[in-house]
């Protein structure tokens, strides 16, 4: 299949990074209106909208959320009228998560409508940083294009960053904890625990590969952990610093050890964390920067994280 011969819609960020990262950028013909990265995609027309209203309060849009799972609608929905137009040999989709794109059972209804190009559905369901990995190189066998290098440069930096925590004693390794939704507080999961650990850090809460969990207020509170990162899903610095606020106005938040030593930070979780694509290598390097300011430099800084 030639260059000339593959349209392909990326409903998904992840994916429509890991399309770039394999140098396909010129197949992708339409993307989600969620898909922000690399530049170049952003004149792309967009195949999908949202059914809630992404500027709501953080427990409004969560409210919202369950709502619409709950009704069985998925919370985005196609623009078969655009996808029609596109007439895209591929469609690249997940099935990992309901509230980060499109479902798909929505993508396969879609397509269904769709009489003259009949798209073959690629859908991503990565849990852990290998399910990446695995992705990305069954994406570059399904358009022809060898994913050896990619891979390579990705493991390599992951191997370094690890290798340098090495020598570090357990009382060196700061127990973290990764807040990927304010309000209800719920704590990052899937590879989040994975990549903390790699940066020379302890996970507290969730095990790697696992569904994100509900923290109640009083377990943060006992568990007292050395360092809290914001990360919530969707959300850039800016909205991620007024979202923080929910939390840092309760009257225990400053008895936290965290607080009084300065290890509180906020993160662009939209651009890294929250994406499961070749960007979780810088996540970890954030989280490495963050935890071991002492070993690493990467200069994410200020555009990656902030302290908060």
């Not at 427990?59 to 009228?81: F, G, M, P, R």
């Not at 769709?114 to 940083?129: H, R, T």
Request: proline residues 6%; hydrophobic residues 40%.
């Amino acid at each position: 299949m030639t260059d000339n011969d593959v349209r392909i819609v990326s409903l998904i960020p992840g994916g429509t990074e890991i399309l770039a990262t394999l140098g396909l950028v010129n197949g992708i013909v339409g993307r989600s209106h969620e898909c922000d990265y690399p530049p170049e995609i952003h004149n792309l027309p967009i195949c999908t909208q949202a059914r809630l209203n992404s500027n709501a309060s953080s427990s409004q849009i969560n409210d919202e959320v369950n709502k619409l799972l709950q009704s069985a609608l998925s919370i985005y929905e196609i623009k078969t009228d655009v996808l029609e137009q596109l007439q895209p040999t591929h469609i690249l989709t997940q099935d990992q998560c309901d509230v980060c794109a499109v479902s798909l059972h929505e993508v396969e209804k879609a397509v269904a409508t769709l009489v003259d190009s009949k798209p073959q559905i690629i859908s991503l369901q990565p849990n852990i940083l290998q399910d990446v990995w695995t992705d990305i190189e069954r994406v570059g066998n399904i358009f022809g294009v060898d994913s050896v290098k990619v891979l390579e440069n990705l493991e390599a930096r992951v191997k370094i960053c690890h290798h340098k925590i090495q020598g570090l004693s357990l009382h060196e390794l700061p127990t973290v904890v990764c807040i990927e939704w304010i309000d209800p507080l719920m704590v990052a999961a899937n590879w989040i625990p994975e990549l903390v650990n790699l940066a020379g850090g302890q996970s507290l809460f969730c095990a790697t590969g696992q569904p994100s969990a509900v923290l109640s207020w009083e377990t943060l509170l006992t568990t007292n952990p050395d360092v809290i990162v914001f990360m919530p899903c969707g959300f850039d610095l800016n909205r991620t610093r007024q979202e923080a606020q929910l939390l840092t106005q309760r009257p225990e938040w400053g008895k936290l050890h965290a607080t009084e030593t300065g290890r509180v930070y906020i993160t662009d979780g939209n651009s890294y964390f929250n994406r499961p694509g070749p960007r979780l290598v810088d996540s970890l390097e954030i989280l490495a920067e963050i935890l071991h300011p002492e070993i690493f430099q990467y200069g994410y800084k200020g555009t990656g994280w902030e302290t908060l």
